[in-house]
């Protein structure tokens, strides 16, 4: 059984996480909402961030993520972006961090229904020690030198972790 998952997470850990509903696919009206979400969890998590609007958001370039609403939303809400590369999954920390993680730690097991999926993820999820957030967001550090170094060339290779 799969289900699918959207997490934003900092250098503290998961800052707000939820399941995509059965049958429901990640458009924009949905990822707008989820965005609202997000704003309130970082203005309760991370008050002293969202005072100073010191947090910024980090997501790929799914077309959910790129379209106008989504553009107009962030923007009227003043949010900062750190812009992703085309076609650059080595430098997104959920694809080489989050994923790989809760993937291995859940890798053979079965679950009989949808909620014990979620509540087996979810545990699995929040087992993740801080110091492995900090340690992605270095080597999301290193990913994005690489990257420059490179003058946004493609590159394979050289583990960075």
């Not at 790929?60 to 999954?89: C, G, M, R, W």
């Not at 997104?92 to 229904?113: E, I, W």
């Amino acid at each position: 059984m799969k289900v699918m998952l959207v997490v934003f997470f900092d250098w503290h850990g998961v800052m707000h996480y939820e399941f995509i509903p059965r049958g429901r696919t990640v458009n924009k009206e949905f990822y707008v909402a989820v965005l609202k979400c997000l704003r309130g969890a970082v203005c309760r998590k991370r008050p002293q961030l969202w005072m100073n609007q010191g947090w910024v958001l980090h997501h790929d370039n799914a077309p959910a993520h790129s379209s106008f609403l989504v553009h107009n939303f962030l923007a009227k809400n003043e949010a900062t972006i750190v812009p992703q590369p085309p076609y650059s999954p080595d430098l997104a920390p959920v694809d080489f961090f989050l994923f790989p993680k809760l993937k291995s730690t859940l890798k053979g097991r079965r679950f009989d229904t949808f909620d014990e999926t979620q509540k087996n993820s979810t545990k699995e999820l929040f087992a993740i020690p801080k110091e492995a957030f900090q340690k992605a967001f270095q080597s999301w550090q290193k990913r994005w030198e690489r990257c420059v170094a490179s003058k946004g060339n493609y590159f394979e290779g050289d583990k960075l972790e």
